[in-house]
């Protein structure tokens, strides 16, 4: 193994020599203890500070703990040349560079771990693609079915002087296998898009965060009440990005819940029948404010299901709490028929549509949008417009005809449409 | 009595029409939907062709083509049509390696099935 996974093997056998709990160093040092143990177990690597401050604790020379560096600096450049032989780096000269150029020299080999990382991540996902039992199950339902109801269509089209027996039994297998294709579709996309656990697999900064809220349940009764920062709830996040985006969203939380404190809210959202617009008007708090509080509203109070989507102006979905059918992609590749992306570009004016989404499922959703500047007013520089979505399980045999939206173009059914950007998995290309 | 095929497919729609379209082309058409006694229907029924799907309950259409041409008594020329719903390079490479003599992607249209049938088992 790379001699860089020694540091933390030493400061863990250091420790122990001196006696010295996991959780009092960490404590000491002021990190949790889940990331010290990442540390220990060479999964984390440190240096400058938190690596002095732990050197203190330990009552031991930095040095000592990090004998080796050189080495372990060259193991990642090493690697980095043995698979860019194109590049013709100097090896013989590997030495010198990190003598004199270390912070350029770490930067080449945190890029080599980078590759390695995404490398990795990859292939997670095309064997998810090629290998899954459940993807290859799903798809084989779902072209079975087509086929079945390919060769059926051709007969009752082609077939002249059809009885009528023959007639009444295609039309029932097409029946029931159009039935068919759109539940398997639907199972396919919920696999491809919804799925929580492949979700979690994806290792992006975004969704760790989100991932981080969600077991949570997107309830944090200690920042309401004032008995935890957005700092202490995020410190456990070994992943520093993951952790600055949910102190972030933490921290937003926080101010909401200020605003419209969850003993006034709560029952005045029971009162007005979860109107966010009359919310709006009785507490004086822009509505993007008043769906977010609407959406942490625990449903065990008897408070309506509540699914909740932000995003950029560039249509990147930047937060999501999941309801029912309702997830969008994290790409941008999101159906722009959602009320959230029309928003967008009308800032400043609240949309309210209700949707559907296609399948036998067909379940509605009411949505409201709005979107507005998120950041501080400035005459320099763009401004920074935000959409925000509150989304509402809806009843499908009354109120308003719901319009069309889908669950991104790789895997919508619904033909002919105008914002399609790409031929759907689930259809064969024209 | 026309020459007879045998199709070995789970799909009960995909049965109902591709013996449909084969029988009123004057096939006898035989079905089979299990792939653990596929190799004991081939050989008890001597069809003059098998419609052959990969993916069957109890066994895969790739080990029943491997017996059919390997096995104590191997069916070594008996025309076999594989289908599959999976179209991938390395799909067709196994089937040919195998010994399919024809290897068909899902979904098919019946015209294109029922030329292949006819000429792989012109008399």
């Known amino acids: 193994m790379p001699e860089r996974q020694l540091t933390g093997t030493r400061l863990r056998n250091r420790r122990i020599d001196r006696g010295m709990k996991q959780s009092a160093l960490a404590e000491a040092v002021g990190i949790s203890p889940s990331y010290l143990n990442l540390i220990e177990h060479n999964r984390r690597r440190i240096g400058g500070k938190l690596l002095s401050d732990l050197a203190r604790e330990l009552a031991v020379d930095p040095e000592m703990l990090v004998e080796g560096t050189a080495s372990a600096v060259r193991v990642p450049l090493q690697e980095a040349a043995a698979e860019f032989r194109s590049a013709a780096p100097e090896e013989d000269r590997l030495d010198e560079l990190v003598a004199r150029f270390p912070g350029w020299a770490a930067l080449i080999g945190a890029q080599q771990d980078r590759i390695a990382q995404l490398e990795a991540r990859v292939q997670r996902m095309t064997d998810r693609l090629t290998h899954d039992p459940q993807v290859a199950s799903a798809l084989h339902e779902v072209i079975s079915t087509v086929t079945a109801i390919r060769s059926t269509a051709s007969i009752l089209n082609e077939s002249e002087g059809l009885d009528r027996d023959w007639q009444a039994r295609f039309h029932r297998n097409l029946d029931t296998d159009s039935l068919r294709l759109s ?82 809210f709560s029952p005045a959202a029971r009162r007005v029948g979860h109107d966010p617009l009359r919310l709006a008007r009785l507490f004086e708090q822009p509505l993007d404010r008043i769906f977010r509080r609407l959406a942490a509203l625990p449903e065990e109070d008897g408070h309506p299901v509540t699914g909740l989507a932000v995003c950029d102006q560039a249509g990147v979905v930047v937060f999501q709490k999941p309801v029912m059918e309702f997830h969008l992609p994290r790409s941008g590749a999101g159906c722009p028929f959602w009320p959230v992306f029309q928003a967008l570009t009308q800032p400043g004016r609240p949309v309210r549509r209700r949707v559907g989404l296609p399948g036998s499922a067909g379940t509605v959703f009411d949505c409201a949008a709005v979107a507005r500047d998120f950041g501080p007013p400035s005459f320099e520089g763009p401004t920074q417009v935000v959409a925000t979505m509150l989304v509402r399980p809806a009843s499908a045999e009354t109120g308003e005809t719901p319009g069309r939206v889908g669950p991104g173009c790789r895997v919508c059914p619904v033909e002919g449409c105008s914002a399609r950007r790409q031929p759907s998995l689930l259809q064969e290309p024209g | 009595m026309g020459r007879r095929v045998l199709l070995i497919e789970d799909e009960p729609n995909i049965i109902e029409a591709i013996s449909f379209i084969l029988s009123k082309d004057g096939w006898t058409v035989h079905t089979h939907a299990d792939g653990e006694t596929a190799v004991d229907r081939v050989r008890d029924g001597a069809p003059d062709l098998v419609i052959l799907d990969v993916m069957l309950p109890g066994r895969s259409g790739f080990d029943i083509l491997r017996d059919l041409r390997e096995g104590a008594e191997a069916a070594a020329d008996l025309p076999i049509l594989m289908l599959t719903a999976r179209g991938q390079q390395r799909d067709r490479d196994m089937a040919e390696q195998l010994g399919a003599t024809r290897f068909m992607t899902k979904p098919f249209s019946n015209s294109e099935v029922l030329e292949t049938v006819r000429a792989l088992a012109a008399p």
């Open chain 1, 183 to 264: 539940e398997s579709s639907q199972a396919l996309m919920g696999y491809l898009d919804m799925n929580a656990d492949a979700a979690a697999q994806v290792q992006s900064p975004l969704e760790i965060a989100e991932a981080e809220m969600a077991a949570r349940g997107y309830a944090y009764p200690e920042l309401e009440q004032g008995r935890a920062s957005p700092e202490e709830l995020s410190a456990e996040l070994p992943d520093p990005r993951a952790r600055q985006i949910l102190r972030n969203w933490l921290t937003i939380f926080a101010e909401d819940a200020r605003h419209l404190p969850a003993e006034a």
